[in-house]
C-alpha cells in the first residue's frame, strides 16, 4: 500500500518529464526550422524562410544574375494524388541553402476547357532564359483533365521575370511530321504496326519498339512527350530532353532560337531502354546524362548515358550510384542536375523522394557529383556543403 501511494507521485514526475522532454523537442525543432541553413541535409524536411516544407517536387533551377529560382511542382496540403490544383511554385536564393517562397509562377486555370485546367497533371516544370528575347521560358510535362497519362504533351508558358507570372502558350506532342534523325529509312517505312502486336513485351514487340514502332504511330500527331528536363549548351542551343513512345524511349530535340518551338531536328536515344526522370548536364565538353527506370513513384536504379555529341552516339554506364541504398538511387529519383556556379566541374544532384500517400511531405535529395575516372559517380551524404568541390577531385 505504501509503495503504491509513492508510486503515484513518481509515475506523475516521470510523465510530466516525458511531456517536457516533448514540448522542447517539438519547440527545438520548430526553432531549428527558423534559422538559415548551412548546409544540405538530403531526404530531411528543407525549410524556406518562413520555416515551411519547401514544395516545389520535380523541379529544376535556373540561375539568372546570381539568384537561383527553383521551380517544381506544388503539392496541396492532405490531398492524395497527384493533380495539379495550383501550378508551379517558385522560390529564390543566393546561397542554394536558404530558399524564398516566391509564390505561384505559373497558375493552373480556373476555366474547366483549358489545357491547363486545374485537375490536370503538371509535372517536372523546368524554366530557361533567352538572352536574345530577354523572356523565361518554362516547359513541363502536361497530362489534361481527367485524361489519366494519355494525352503525353508538353505545356510552354513565358514571363518577362524570373518568378512569374508566366503566362501559358500552348501544349503539343513534338515533332508531327518529322522523323528522328537517327531513324533508318527502312525504319521510317517499316510496315508493321502496333495492330500486329496484340501483346506487348514479348521479344518480337520489343524489338519492333526498338526500331520504332511508336515513332511511326505517332508521326502525324506527334511524339508523346512525358519526364523532360531542359539543356542550353554553351552556344546557346536549347534541347527538350523528354521521355517518349509510351516511356520506352527518350528523345533529345533542338529548340528554336527564341526556345518556343522545335526545330524539328531530334534523336532517339536508348530506345526502348525505358528510362524517365532525364537530368543532364556537360563537362569537359561530354555530356552525361542521368536517369531512372519506369517504376511509376517507387525509386529504382539510376542509368548513366554519356556522348560526345548532345546527337549521340550515346553510350550507356553503369548505376552512377555507389554504396548502400545505390539500387534505388537512395530512395530517390532524378529530376535535375545543377551546375554550381564559381566553382570549377561542380554539379548537384537533384532527386525527388516522393511520398505518394502524402505528396507535399516529398523529399529532396540532393548530393554532390563526384568524378572517378572522369565518370559521375554518387555517394550518400546525411549532410555536405559546398565545400566538398573543394577538396581535390579525380
Ligand atoms: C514517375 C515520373 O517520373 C513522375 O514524374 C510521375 O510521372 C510518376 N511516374 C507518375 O506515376
Given at each position: 500500500m505504501k509503495q503504491k501511494l509513492l508510486g503515484r507521485p513518481v509515475a506523475l514526475l516521470s510523465l510530466l518529464t516525458m511531456a517536457f522532454l516533448l514540448f522542447s523537442f517539438i519547440v527545438t525543432e520548430e526553432k531549428r526550422s527558423d534559422v538559415p541553413h548551412t548546409s544540405f541535409r538530403p531526404g530531411e524536411r528543407w525549410t524556406d524562410t518562413d520555416g515551411v516544407h519547401?514544395?516545389?517536387?520535380?523541379?529544376?533551377?535556373?540561375?539568372?544574375?546570381?539568384?537561383?529560382?527553383?521551380?517544381?511542382?506544388?503539392?496541396v496540403e492532405g490531398r492524395k494524388g497527384n493533380l495539379a490544383l495550383v501550378g508551379v511554385q517558385c522560390y529564390s536564393s543566393t546561397d542554394l541553402y536558404n530558399w524564398k517562397n516566391e509564390g505561384v509562377a505559373l497558375s493552373v486555370s480556373d476555366d474547366p476547357d483549358a489545357d491547363i485546367a486545374k485537375g490536370c497533371v503538371l509535372e517536372r516544370p523546368k524554366v530557361i532564359y533567352n538572352a536574345q528575347t530577354q523572356k523565361f521560358i518554362m516547359?513541363?510535362?502536361?497530362?489534361?483533365?481527367?485524361?489519366?497519362?494519355?494525352?503525353?504533351?508538353?505545356?510552354?508558358?513565358?514571363?518577362?521575370?524570373?518568378?512569374?507570372?508566366?503566362?501559358?502558350?500552348?501544349?503539343?506532342?513534338?515533332?508531327?511530321?518529322?522523323?528522328?534523325?537517327?531513324?533508318?529509312?527502312?525504319?521510317?517505312?517499316?510496315?508493321?504496326?502496333?495492330?500486329d502486336f496484340p501483346e506487348s513485351w514479348t521479344s518480337e514487340w520489343r524489338q519492333a519498339v526498338k526500331e520504332g514502332l511508336f515513332v511511326r504511330r505517332d508521326w502525324e500527331g506527334g511524339q508523346m512527350s512525358r519526364d523532360m528536363t531542359l539543356f542550353v549548351d554553351d552556344d546557346g542551343k536549347a534541347y527538350h530532353i523528354f521521355a517518349s513512345e509510351e516511356n520506352l524511349t527518350l528523345h533529345i530535340a533542338e529548340l528554336t532560337q527564341d526556345y518556343l518551338d522545335y526545330t524539328s531536328r531530334y534523336i532517339r536515344l536508348a530506345p526502348g531502354g525505358h528510362n524517365e526522370a532525364p537530368a543532364i548536364f556537360k563537362k569537359g565538353g561530354k555530356y552525361?546524362?542521368?536517369?531512372?527506370?519506369?517504376?511509376?513513384?517507387?525509386?529504382?536504379?539510376?542509368?548513366?548515358?554519356?556522348?560526345?555529341?548532345?546527337?549521340?552516339?550515346?553510350?550507356?554506364?553503369?548505376?552512377?550510384?555507389?554504396?548502400?541504398?545505390?539500387?534505388?538511387?537512395?530512395?530517390?529519383?532524378?529530376?535535375?542536375?545543377?551546375?554550381?556556379?564559381g566553382k570549377k566541374d561542380a554539379f548537384i544532384f537533384m532527386a525527388d523522394r516522393w511520398t505518394p500517400q502524402n505528396p507535399i511531405d516529398g523529399r529532396y535529395v540532393w548530393l554532390p557529383i563526384l568524378f572517378e575516372k572522369d565518370l559521375p559517380v554518387l555517394k550518400w551524404s546525411d549532410e555536405w556543403t559546398l565545400d566538398v568541390f573543394d577538396q581535390t577531385q579525380n
Open positions: 519547401i514544395n516545389a517536387h520535380g523541379g529544376g533551377i535556373l540561375r539568372h544574375q546570381n539568384t537561383y529560382y527553383w521551380f517544381g511542382e506544388h503539392k516547359y513541363f510535362h502536361l497530362e489534361l483533365k481527367g485524361k489519366g497519362y494519355s494525352a503525353a504533351r508538353v505545356g510552354i508558358a513565358v514571363s518577362d521575370q524570373a518568378t512569374g507570372p508566366y503566362t501559358f502558350i500552348r501544349s503539343l506532342r513534338p515533332n508531327a511530321g518529322y522523323w528522328p534523325e537517327n531513324m533508318t529509312a527502312a525504319q521510317r517505312t517499316s510496315r508493321l504496326s502496333t495492330a552525361f546524362l542521368i536517369t531512372s527506370g519506369c517504376t511509376g513513384w517507387a525509386p529504382n536504379a539510376a542509368r548513366l548515358h554519356v556522348a560526345q555529341s548532345i546527337w549521340g552516339p550515346w553510350t550507356e554506364y553503369p548505376n552512377p550510384c555507389v554504396g548502400t541504398g545505390a539500387e534505388l538511387t537512395f530512395h530517390s529519383q532524378s529530376t535535375f542536375i545543377l551546375p554550381v556556379a
